[in-house]
Structures are given as structure tokens and as C-alpha cells.
């Protein structure tokens, strides 16, 4: 038996799909068989609602009168960077306050924007003759943006550690807080209902998946970092428009002793196109397992206390040694099932249809450590022999690094006697034995290809 993406969608235009959520497959596929499950079913969602720490949003201000070059943002007294263009800038989650510390960041600004709450907007820039404004202060809702598009570069964990304590002190971690001697275990991930977990294989999520996103719509735009699913820490890079999602799936979020971070939901819906992919999503909380990492010991490779599956972890009580000691999810699996219960009724309603991947999911993994090195000498920046004053470069020469040149062409209507020429293919060439040394084109070049001289030199 097998179906393709297009014959699902004309089903769900049709109204006559059959959708499940992921965690009512394993029954189906234990009563049916992966290929009565198949038969039966053509759509499982999933579903998972966690601290997603490497999620924030490109922002999108439009241009003051006068205009502003932005060179440093913040929103509420967060920082956003700002190092793109002019009136963009990116707010990164676990950015936190300059003035309440980690009390208050980036993900409360995300998630007070979404409430329609009116948040302040401070920008400065060192003025330059195109954008003269040098400071702005002003009040900016959601809806005055051109865009809020929510862009996170590491999210949905296939699966992810959970932690324990062995110290004889407290930790707050961004795994929450961790008892010592062991007292308890925290541990993320939604198990069955998990995404990446139910397509282990990215058999039909890759590049282009449309997805649940927030309580909107997004799209999977490829594996995220730290993607490592050689050992199942396979992540996804995901981005959709902030202003259709809703705060009813983007929470803000205050780790103490960590920071700030956002619970997003996301849900992906898996089309059943054969048994193969039928059996995947059958999966069962106790067919998925975890290591139980020490997070006493402050180094990137961390002991291993215990393996468990997640059937033993939402139990409630695991054993680490010789004890009994009770656990704790940092994933709601109240709202991952409502992620994937949602999804279903979009599809169900035929307002949501899938979407075939372009290309898929990477299968080599790119997870490895920071390489401490002692910094190489940094090399000169460009040097186009600047003089300060008229004075100073009265008879200058042209000094042409073909090397530097890219051919963008910003010389090519500067000089008067065109000096600077390009050839059937653009490609940008220079005659200095042309120059009359009018200095037009003095600091024109981006790339420090051109420089001026003094003759004396």
C-alpha cells in the first residue's frame, strides 16, 4: 500500500481525511498491524509545547522621518541586534533587560507584543548623511511592524537528556531546578507525541514541511543547529509570521538562576504514505529512551547516572542507584496534545493541507564542541590610504588592487574620464595611467580596491 502527499491533499480538500494524533497511533498500529494502520489512516499529528531557548523574531521598524540608520535597538530596555540594514533587527528569547536584569527578556517582549501591549522602542546610530537621526524613542505595537517574523534556529529536539544533581547544593539550571543528592530528575521532550521521533528517518519532514508554528503557520527551512542525529538529537530551524500566531502557544518564560526562554508549540503533521511510515509513528513512550545526566559536574561531557524511557519518566518515580526518586517534565503534555489536536482539526476542516519537502533533512550531524585557540594576529583592515584633508592629497595617484576588486561597480560613474571600465561580462577593470587626480574617487570602493597616494610616496 502506498499514497502520495497529493492524493492526501485531496482529501483533506475533500473532507473525507482520516487524521489521528501520534499518541493514538500505537494502538492502531498494534491492532492493525502497520499495514492495516496505513490502510486506515492518512495523516498522524504531532505535537510538542517546551522551552525552546534558540527561537526569537526579525523585526521589521519601516523607516522615521528623518530617517535612522539603527546601529543598537531595544525594545523595553532588551536589546535586540541590530547589525542588519537599517531598521531591522533580530530579539533573541534569553536576551535579558538592561534594566530588570533576568527578570524580564527577550521572550516577554515577544509575548507582550503578541498580547497587543504597546512596547517602548529606543534606537541610536552615529548619523550618516542618508540617515541624519542620530537617537529615536518612540512606542511601537505589533501591528505598527511591516514584519514580525518569528525565525528560531534550534528547535523540536528529537530527544533530549535529562538531568540530575549528585552535588550536595541546589542548581537552577535551563533544565529547572535540580535537588541535590540526587532528589529529583527533570527531563524534556514530548515522547510519542514528539515529531521528530514519530519520522526518525525525515522520510516526510524536510526543507519546506508546513507546519504548526505558534498557533500559526510555519515552515521547517532546515535542520537547526547543533543537529546531531546520529545519536537521535536530530533539531529543526523553523520560521512563520509572529503576527498570525497567538500567545495561547508562545509563552514566555522565567528560568531562575538561567534566564528568560519561550514554550513554543509546534506541531508537524506526518503523511502516512506507506506502512513504513505507519510503523514509525506506532512508536511508544517506552520505546524511547534518554540518558540521566549529572549536571553537578560543570563540563561539556557529563557522567552518565541512568538510562530510562519515557514511560518510566512520566511515571512520575524512576530509580537512579539504590533510590526512588520522583521526576519532573519541562514539556506540557497538556498543550503538546492540544498542538496536535489543533493541527488535526485544521486538517480535518481542509483549511491546512500538506506540504512535500524540497529537499530533506541533513543526516550528518553537526554537533560538536568550541575549540579554544589563542587568537591569530587580526589582519589590517582594508586601507585605502585616506588623507584627512584637501591639503594632504592634492596630487594623489590611483593605487588599483585588482585582487580586493569584486566588480560591484560603485566606481564606474565616478570618475570623469573613466578611469574605471568593465568588460562584456561586468567584470570591472582599472587604467590608472588615466587619472588626472581629481580624487572623486577617493573612500568609493567598499572593498578597499582603490586607494589614493601621494606622489612623494
Known amino acids: 500500500m502506498s499514497r502520495t502527499v497529493s492524493e492526501i491533499n485531496q482529501k483533506i480538500l475533500n ?7 501520534a499518541d493514538e497511533m500505537p494502538a492502531l498500529v498494534a491492532a492493525l498491524g502497520a499495514e492495516g494502520a496505513a490502510e486506515e489512516v492518512d495523516v498522524v499529528t504531532t505535537g510538542t509545547f517546551g522551552a525552546m531557548c534558540s527561537s526569537g523574531v526579525w523585526l521589521n521598524f519601516g523607516h522615521s522621518d528623518p530617517p ?21 533587527a533580530y530579539l533573541g528569547v534569553t536576551q535579558p533587560s538592561e534594566t530588570l536584569g533576568m527578570e524580564y527578556g527577550g521572550a516577554h517582549v515577544i509575548e507582550d507584543l503578541l498580547l497587543g501591549k504597546p512596547v517602548v522602542l529606543r534606537a541610536v546610530s552615529y548619523g550618516t548623511d542618508c540617515y541624519p537621526l542620530k537617537e529615536l524613542v518612540t512606542e511601537i505595537t505589533l501591528a505598527d511592524l511591516n514584519q514580525a517574523i518569528m525565525s528560531n534556529p534550534r528547535n ?37 507525541l514528539s515529531p521528530l521521533i514519530n519520522d526518525g528517518d525525515y522520510a516526510t519532514i524536510g ?6 508554528l505558534g498557533g500559526g503557520v510555519g515552515y521547517v527551512i532546515g535542520s537547526g543547529t547543533q543537529h546531531n542525529p546520529g545519536v537521535q538529537f536530530a533539531t529543526l530551524m523553523v520560521q512563520g509570521d509572529l503576527k498570525q500566531m497567538s500567545a495561547e502557544f508562545l509563552k514566555a518564560a522565567l528560568f531562575h538562576g538561567y534566564g528568560s526562554s519561550m514554550y513554543v508549540g509546534i506541531g508537524i503533521p506526518i503523511p502516512v504514505l506507506n506502512a513504513g511510515i505507519a510503523k514509525n509513528t506506532g512508536i511508544r513512550d517506552r520505546d524511547i529512551e534518554t540518558d540521566v545526566m549529572d549536571y553537578s559536574v560543570p563540563s561539556r561531557i557529563r557522567p ?26 519541562l514539556v506540557s503534555y497538556s498543550k503538546s496534545r492540544q498542538v496536535a489536536l489543533t493541527l488535526k482539526q485544521w486538517i480535518e476542516q481542509g483549511s491546512f493541507t500538506l506540504s512535500e519537502p524540497v529537499a530533506r533533512i541533513s543526516t550528518q550531524g553537526s554537533f560538536g564542541p568550541l575549540t579554544r585557540k589563542p587568537p591569530r594576529p587580526r589582519p589590517a583592515p582594508f586601507c585605502r590610504c585616506q588623507p584627512e584633508t584637501a591639503a594632504q ?14 566588480s560591484c561597480g560603485h566606481c564606474l560613474g565616478i570618475c570623469p574620464v573613466h578611469v574605471f571600465r568593465h568588460d562584456a561580462g561586468w567584470r570591472v577593470a582599472a587604467e590608472p595611467e588615466r587619472c588626472l587626480e581629481c580624487g572623486q574617487c577617493d573612500r568609493v570602493c567598499p572593498r578597499g580596491a582603490i586607494a589614493l597616494r601621494k606622489n612623494d610616496q
Open 393 to 406: 592629497h592634492a596630487t594623489p595617484y590611483i593605487v588599483w588592487d585588482g585582487q580586493r576588486c569584486i
Open 156 to 192: 523540536a529536539y528529537q530527544r533530549y537528556n535529562a538531568a540530575s544533581n549528585s552535588s550536595a547544593r541546589i542548581l537552577h539550571t535551563y533544565m529547572g531546578k535540580l535537588l541535590p543528592g540526587c532528589g529529583n530528575v527533570n527531563f524534556s521532550g514530548a515522547g510519542e
Open 207 to 212: 526543507i519546506g514541511t508546513r507546519i504548526f
Open 304 to 329: 552518565v547516572l541512568g538510562r530510562l524511557n519515557y514511560e518510566q519518566l512520566k511515571s512520575g518515580m524512576v530509580r537512579i542507584g539504590s533510590r526512588e526518586v520522583p521526576t519532573s517534565p
Open 68 to 88: 535612522i540608520k539603527m546601529t543598537r535597538v531595544w525594545l523595553n530596555d532588551v536589546e535586540a541586534y541590530a547589525g542588519v540594514a537599517a531598521v531591522d
Open 15 to 21: 473532507r473525507t481525511v482520516r487524521v489521528v494524533t
